[in-house]
C-alpha cells in the first residue's frame, strides 16, 4: 500500500508539473495576442473555472467545449472499438500462423499506416471517396440538432476510420505480445484493463489527431472548435480549449498510470 501511495504522489506531481508547464504555454500565446491580458488575474480566473468568454459562440468557453467534448468522445470511442478489433483479429491470426505471407503483409501495412501523417490519411479518405463513393457524405455534418442514426453514422464512419488507423498497430503490438508471451489464457477483465491502459498511454495522441481530423470532415467537435476559434481570430476560445483539453488528457493519464497495471499478465516476469 506504501508503494502505490508514493507511486500515486509521483504520477501526481508529473501531472501538476505537466499543467503548469502548459498553462504558461497557453498563457504566453494568449498573451501575444491580447497583450492586455495579465498573469495573475487570468490564472485565478482559470483556478476558479472561467476560462473566458468566447465572441463567437458568445457563451462562456468552458460551455462552448463542453458542447462540442460529447461529439470528440463519439469519434474516439468508435475509432478505439474498430482499432481494437482489427488489431486483435490480426494477432490472433499471426499468432496461429506466424510465418504466413499474409499475417506479414498485415503487419507490414498497419506499421506504414501508423508512420503516415494522419492529415494525409484523411485527405486521401476524403480523394478516394469523391472519385468513388458516389455521394457518399464526408463532410457537412447534418444532424447536431436533431439525432438522425442513419446520418450520424454516414458522417461519422470516414473520421473514425481514420482515426482507427492511427491507432491499429499499438493494439496489435500489445495484443500479440500477450499471446505470445506467456501463452497462456487470461481473464477478459484483464485483457479489457490492459488494452484501456494501452489506449490511455497513447491519448494525448490521439487527441492530437483528433484535433486535426475533425476540421478536415467537418465533425463538430472540440477539435473543430480550435480550428473555427483560429480561423475567427477567438483567442480566448482558442487558448482556453487547448488548455481544458490538456487537463482532460492529464486527468486520464493520471488514472491509468496510477490505478491501471503497466503489464497485468506479468510479461516481463515469464520472459525473464
Known amino acids: 500500500m506504501r508503494d502505490w501511495f508514493k507511486a500515486a504522489a509521483i504520477n ?8 503548469i508547464a502548459i498553462t504558461l504555454i497557453v498563457f504566453a500565446l494568449l498573451k501575444a495576442a491580447i497583450p492586455s491580458t495579465q498573469f495573475l488575474p487570468w490564472l485565478g480566473k482559470i483556478l476558479a473555472g472561467d476560462f473566458g468568454y468566447s465572441r463567437a459562440y458568445s457563451a462562456p468557453v468552458v460551455a462552448a467545449f463542453f458542447e462540442r467534448l460529447p461529439f470528440s468522445l463519439e469519434l474516439i470511442v468508435v475509432s478505439f ?9 490480426i494477432a ?5 500462423s506466424p510465418s504466413s505471407v499474409l499475417s506479414r503483409i498485415a503487419g507490414y501495412v498497419v506499421l506504414a499506416l501508423e508512420s503516415v501523417p494522419v492529415f494525409w490519411l484523411a485527405l486521401m479518405l476524403q ?3 469523391a472519385l468513388f463513393g458516389h455521394g457518399f457524405p464526408y463532410d457537412r455534418f447534418a444532424s447536431s440538432d436533431r439525432f438522425d442514426l442513419d446520418d450520424r453514422l454516414s458522417h461519422l464512419i470516414l473520421p473514425a476510420v481514420t482515426l482507427a488507423l492511427f491507432q491499429i498497430q499499438p493494439l496489435m503490438e500489445y495484443a500479440r505480445s500477450r499471446r505470445t508471451a506467456a501463452g497462456r489464457s487470461t481473464a ?29 470532415f467537418a465533425w463538430p467537435g472540440a477539435g473543430r472548435l480550435v480550428f473555427i476559434a483560429a480561423d475567427q481570430g477567438d483567442f480566448r ?8 483539453a490538456a487537463l482532460c488528457v492529464l486527468t486520464l493519464r493520471f488514472i491509468a498510470e496510477t490505478f491501471l497495471p503497466d503489464d497485468p499478465f506479468g510479461v516481463a516476469n515469464d520472459v525473464a
Do not use: Y
Open 12 to 19: 501526481l506531481g508529473k501531472a501538476l508539473a505537466t499543467a
Open 81 to 89: 472499438a474498430i482499432a481494437l478489433t482489427v488489431g486483435f483479429v
Open 92 to 96: 490472433f491470426l499471426s499468432s496461429r
Open 127 to 129: 480523394v478516394l471517396v
Open 188 to 216: 477478459a477483465r484483464d485483457w479489457v484493463a490492459g488494452a484501456f491502459a494501452t489506449f490511455a498511454w497513447r491519448l494525448p495522441a490521439v487527441i492530437g489527431a483528433t484535433f486535426i481530423i475533425e476540421p478536415i
Open 237 to 244: 476560445l482558442f487558448s482556453g480549449v487547448l488548455l481544458l
